[in-house]
């Protein structure tokens, strides 16, 4: 009897923990390792130029970038893509990166004004569809910046 | 900003990119003085827009590395349009216009006939202004850029006495029997290679400025073709430099600044050259 009281304590106890140290996971906010929105247009060109034609170094990095807010329905399947479009100092290269909210918003048409100002912080990572790779963020928090 | 500076500084594209700046600001600003002499100040442009037509064909083409196609091309315009005029049916300046604005609009028709990626005004837009291009090297064209800037600065220091009697009178070096068609021959191909780097710096329509601007900067101040040569080399370099550096911390065009560094040098050189005849008078 004394054992299996013990045992049913050991199983609790780590649960308990398992479902204490997921909770400070999802709370936690991410270490971020490269913050492109402190940096100036043109950085921020070059390094969503690389992070796109060497995404290898920047994979699973938590990365922060500040644009415009869009997003765009599939017709045909109904996904929805969420994405900041990052302006460079030309105005004429800008750069889009796709994220994935941490959570899924209830309705995604009022999410966000479109072209709202965003700051978006999510880990990179690379996905296929349709045969071909694209990054996103995931995971990824997203505030809209004040009017300054 | 000094630590934003070295933040910038760990990035290694920003490090390629001084480093070619650099050395492509020293190889235009070299050969810029005898362009500008020999009353070809204008060529460059006229070249650069060749290079971006050829630049539109290899992308057409899908050439994987396009100075293939870009450099021989750039190289034969250059040769046509420096050799001897004498005999030529199209004269100079209407030569350099007609080569310029035609391979301009033949580029930019293909690359919007065999559109290549969905950000086409982007594309164009770094291939003229250069927006940003020079951020975006790979360790190979850092490799190219390196060596054929260093071929130039070679080839002109080797060449020098040479380059300065074409430049002043070809007629007289001819009769002294230096092969001025053969040192003709070659300025059109260093410029050629010049121009083809350059793109990568300040974009096909502003490298005209940076061939003219130390050149007509070092002239205002000095008058032997030694002393404007070290003293136009000296002022490109920094001028790339300070464009580089103001570029990327303040997040301007990188060409477009370069080009206003070398307006300002400019403007300050007309300074000195007015005070001077102040002082002599």
């Given at each position: 009897m004394k054992k299996r009281l013990a045992l049913l304590l050991a199983l609790f106890l780590a649960l308990a923990s398992l479902s204490a140290s997921f909770a400070?996971?999802?709370?936690?906010?991410l270490q971020v390792d490269l913050d492109l929105s402190k940096m100036s247009g043109t950085i921020v060109y070059a390094e969503i130029y690389n992070l796109q034609y060497d995404p290898g170094a920047y994979l699973g990095k938590?990365?922060?970038?500040?644009?415009?807010?869009?997003?765009?329905?599939?017709?045909?399947?109904?996904?929805?893509?969420?994405?900041?479009?990052?302006?460079?100092?030309?105005?004429?290269?800008?750069?889009?990166?796709?994220?994935?909210?941490?959570?899924?918003?209830?309705?995604?048409?009022?999410?966000?004004?479109?072209?709202?100002?965003i700051t978006v912080t999510g880990r990179l990572e690379i996905y296929v569809e349709d045969g071909s790779s694209y990054l996103h963020l995931v995971d990824a928090s997203v505030e809209q910046n004040s009017e300054d | 900003?000094?630590?934003?500076?070295?933040?910038?500084?760990?990035?290694?594209?920003?490090?390629?990119?001084?480093?070619?700046?650099?050395?492509?600001?020293?190889?235009?600003?070299?050969?810029?003085?005898?362009?500008?002499?020999?009353?070809?100040?204008?060529?460059?442009?006229?070249l650069s827009h060749v290079a971006f037509g050829a630049m539109a064909v290899a992308g057409v083409l899908h050439l994987s590395n396009n100075m293939l196609l870009v450099l021989p091309v750039t190289m034969i315009c250059a040769i046509?349009?420096?050799?001897?005029?004498?005999?030529?049916?199209?004269?100079?300046?209407?030569?350099?216009?007609?080569?310029?604005?035609?391979?301009?609009?033949?580029?930019?028709?293909?690359?919007?006939i065999f559109k290549s990626s969905g950000n086409l005004a982007g594309d164009v837009c770094t291939t003229l202004f250069g927006s940003m291009s020079i951020l975006t090297l790979r360790?190979?064209?850092?490799?190219?850029?390196?060596?054929?800037?260093?071929a130039v600065i070679i080839l002109f220091l080797f060449f020098y006495n040479r380059i300065f009697a074409v430049t002043f009178d070809e007629d007289f070096a001819r009769a002294t029997g230096t092969k001025a068609d053969a040192?003709?021959?070659?300025?059109?191909?260093?410029?050629?290679?010049?121009?083809?780097?350059?793109?990568?710096?300040?974009?096909?329509?502003?490298?005209?400025?940076?061939?003219?601007?130390?050149?007509?900067?070092?002239?205002?101040?000095?008058?032997?073709?030694?002393?404007?040569?070290?003293?136009?080399?000296?002022?490109?370099?920094?001028?790339?430099?300070?464009?580089?550096?103001?570029?990327?911390l303040a997040g301007t065009p990188t060409g477009s600044t370069i080009v206003a560094a070398d307006i300002a040098a400019f403007l300050v050189c007309c300074g000195i050259a007015k005070l001077q005849r102040r002082t002599v008078s």
């Open positions: 400070e996971t999802a709370s936690e906010p938590v990365i922060r970038v500040r644009g415009y807010y869009s997003f765009f329905r599939e017709p045909s399947n109904g996904h929805i893509y969420y994405a900041c479009v990052i302006p460079d100092a030309t105005a004429c290269c800008m750069q889009g990166m796709e994220f994935v909210p941490f959570t899924e918003p209830e309705d995604p048409d009022h999410f966000m004004e479109d072209n709202a100002d | 900003m000094i630590d934003t500076l070295m933040t910038y500084l760990q990035f290694p594209y920003v490090r390629y990119a001084l480093i070619v700046g650099v050395l492509i600001a020293l190889c235009s600003s070299l050969l810029g003085v005898t362009l500008v002499l020999k009353r070809f100040s204008y060529i460059g442009d006229g046509l349009l420096l050799r001897p005029g004498r005999n030529a049916r199209i004269k100079g300046d209407a030569a350099i216009a007609m080569i310029s604005v035609g391979a301009l609009a033949v580029g930019y028709l293909l690359l919007n360790p190979a064209e850092v490799w190219l850029c390196f060596g054929l800037s260093i040192y003709n021959l070659l300025i059109a191909t260093v410029i050629a290679v010049i121009i083809v780097l350059a793109m990568n710096l300040v974009g096909s329509l502003l490298i005209s400025a940076l061939i003219i601007f130390p050149a007509m900067s070092a002239m205002r101040v000095f008058k032997s073709f030694r002393s404007v040569t070290v003293c136009s080399a000296v002022l490109s370099v920094c001028c790339a430099l300070a464009g580089l550096l103001i570029s990327i």
